[in-house]
């Protein structure tokens, strides 16, 4: 019965586990061999070389004829052409490469792609270049990184200036000041008058903003602007 041969390029390569990459390998053919996604760890220190690291990383793999190299191995569409992990990506996918170049970031463009594992490394190229780039002209580069809102980051608010009472009671918040557990007359005195200047100041800000008139019973004429003496 005739079978029809697997071309190279209409056969999907997984990983298995005989193929995945060896913790015995040297760095850099672990890097290249195919795999699960991973960030690549440089074995120097300067982002100079650290960059050429990365380009070797991702060079294209060649054919080979006994010692001598020649060619592209996996110029083929949706295959890798480092590793030859075939894979088609999604329009919408954030780690989605752009078209591979023979020298990665020059030369003449690929038919192939980048598998996911060697995606996140083309991005991790990216970024390293940006930095250099941004150290050379004295600018701050700031990676990626998930933003936390400032009200769940700062926590609760437990102390509060006179300008920040004010500005939240002319915005129509009224603030309490903190009950004491046991309250000495002298406390509850000090805590009537504080109450007494934070209407006054609310009172003060509807009559003169917003043009509220207040009628006073014992008065045959409104209240302009109420004293800040309550003490």
């Not at 850099?28 to 991973?38: F, I, K, M, T, W």
């Amino acid at each position: 019965m005739y079978q029809q041969p697997n071309l190279l390029g209409t056969q999907q390569i997984q990983p298995t586990f005989n193929q995945l990459p060896s913790a015995f390998l040297p760095p850099l053919e672990r890097a290249r061999s195919a795999g699960q996604v991973e960030e690549y760890r440089y074995q120097s220190i300067k982002p100079k070389k650290q960059l050429k690291e990365l380009r070797k990383v991702l060079l294209p793999e060649k054919k080979k004829f006994l010692i001598f190299k020649y060619g592209k191995k996996f110029d083929i569409k949706d295959r890798c052409i480092i590793c030859g992990t075939q894979h088609v990506w999604d329009a919408g996918d954030a780690l989605r490469p752009p078209i591979p170049l023979t020298e990665v970031t020059k030369g003449r463009p690929m038919r192939g792609t980048y598998c996911p594992r060697h995606a996140s490394h083309f991005k991790q190229h990216e970024m390293l270049e940006e930095k250099i780039m941004a150290e050379k002209h004295g600018l701050e580069f700031n990676a990626y990184k998930p933003r936390i809102p400032k009200v769940l980051k700062s926590g609760p608010v437990n102390n509060l200036t006179k300008a920040d009472v004010t500005s939240l009671m002319a915005l129509g918040w009224y603030i309490v000041p903190p009950a004491q557990e046991k309250e000495t007359p002298n406390d509850e005195a000090y805590r009537l008058i504080t109450e007494i200047n934070l209407a006054t100041e609310r009172l003060n800000y509807l009559v003169g903003n917003t043009g509220v008139e207040v009628a006073d019973p014992t008065a045959s004429k409104p209240i302009e602007k109420v004293s800040e003496n309550a003490d």
